[in-house]
């Protein structure tokens, strides 16, 4: 899909929540295993950005709500089976 659905809500959800949204080219060829370490290993980077210490940061760690439409459904969904230590909710 072309994720105008769910970027027509961008502006609203932006003010509750942090956006941060994942554009695939149409040319692009990476598998869907690949897509999917990828995705989880941003969520790692922007969860835990300074290894902090395991109580610090367990009081400090954001939730994370993945939001795909049609493909990106399907990779939310690979991400919360392969890391659902990283993902809180999907939708």
Known sequence: ?????ASSQ???LSRYYTLM??????????TFAELVQLIANFIE??????????AAAAAST?????LGES?????ALG????RP???????
């Open 1 to 5: 899909g072309t994720g105008f659905a």
């Open 21 to 30: 949204a994942l554009n695939i080219p149409v040319g692009d060829r990476t």
């Open 10 to 12: 961008f502006d609203r």
């Open 71 to 75: 493909m990106g459904g399907l990779v």
């Open 45 to 54: 980077a922007q969860r835990n950005p300074m290894a902090l210490e395991p």
């Open 62 to 66: 954001p939730l994370v709500y993945l």
């Open 79 to 82: 991400v919360a089976q392969a």
């Open 85 to 91: 230590d990283l993902v809180d909710r999907l939708g």
